[in-house]
């Protein structure tokens, strides 16, 4: 089966994201295609419920662009929630696989610090009914969702190289931020940022440089044969796997050479990777939701 992704309907608010604002949104809209009608009707109220405050506009949100929310209150500097849940993206599972198992040692879950698996079991668990002081209410904890179970689909979320020890700086590479990429035509010219966009990135045989299409509205991708179950740990595994073979593993030379330039056919594996990862994150999003709100 072959799914079409069409998102020339979608109104957004520019933002700065992980996957980028369209790769979120992608997510989102393959997660409501296939909602029941209890959880659409859910996801669509709660959203309407969120909002955000740029300093000059109070932006309210739909079940689609809801999304993004958690990385606007991130960047923001207005937003009554600014710096809200900003290391609730991520776990700096080690590549190689010997270093700090976060998954079975986590930070404690606060306000700003914690980890994405952590996190999506606090969120599912809100919704479910239970109280828990980082996470005000139904709506936010949905609009929470809706993100991380994007970005637990990006592999340098679930995967950072550690230095060997003696290393100056910190203990790793913060999951490819601290590599940077030459000819990458962004403004965020690392190898966490290039796989932010990686599924719509494209290289040039000419010129070398690498650049990233502004508005992709449609791709075909294939996530047959996956498991949908909602387990987050599963995927927090899964996609640091991908990290450790795809992201680093595919690598020319030591992982730590910095800058360095990406080899056509590593951007050409990265953006068939990352599409098939945004389209599994929404077919895992929708069954997700479907069974926190199940048909009546």
């Known amino acids: 089966m072959k ?9 957004f608010i520019q933002r700065l994201n992980a996957w980028d604002i369209s790769g979120h949104m992608i997510v989102a809209q393959v997660a409501y295609s296939r909602l029941n009608t209890n959880a659409a009707a859910h996801v669509a109220q709660l959203a309407s419920q969120v909002s955000y405050d740029d300093g000059h506009t109070v932006h309210h949100y739909n079940a689609v662009n809801v999304a993004g929310w958690a990385d606007d209150i ?17 776990i700096d599972l080690g590549v ?6 976060l998954l079975t040692t986590p930070p404690s879950l606060t306000m700003t610090d914690g980890d ?13 009914g239970q109280a828990d002081s980082n996470i005000p209410d139904e709506a936010t904890a949905l609009a929470l969702i809706m993100h991380l179970v994007g970005d637990i689909h990006q592999p340098l979320h679930c995967s950072a190289h550690y230095y060997a ?4 700086g910190n203990a790793h590479d913060l999951g490819g931020n601290a590599i940077g990429i030459l000819k990458f035509s962004d403004t965020y010219t690392n190898l966490h940022s290039f796989w932010d966009k990686a599924y719509k990135v494209k290289r040039s045989w000419l010129t070398r440089v690498i650049s990233s299409e502004k508005d992709l509205k449609t791709f075909s991708t294939t996530p047959n044969d996956v498991d949908l179950k909602p387990d987050c740990e599963a995927w927090a595994k899964e996609t640091h796997a991908l990290g450790s073979s795809e992201a680093y593993g595919k690598l020319s030379g030591d992982i730590e050479t910095s800058p360095r330039t990406l080899t056509a056919s590593y951007v050409k594996n990265a953006r068939k990777v990352a599409q098939t990862q945004i389209c599994l994150a929404g077919f895992r999003l929708a069954e997700l939701l479907n069974g926190l709100y199940p048909e009546h």
């Open 3 to 11: 799914l079409a992704l069409c998102l020339g309907l979608i109104c």
């Open 96 to 101: 190689p696989d010997s270093h700090l198992d």
């Open 116 to 128: 994405i698996v952590s996190a999506l079991k606090k969120c599912v668990g809100v919704i479910q």
């Open 165 to 168: 020890p003696g290393h100056p």
């Open 74 to 90: 991130k960047h923001s500097f207005t937003d009554p929630n600014k710096g809200h849940y900003k290391n609730w993206h991520f």
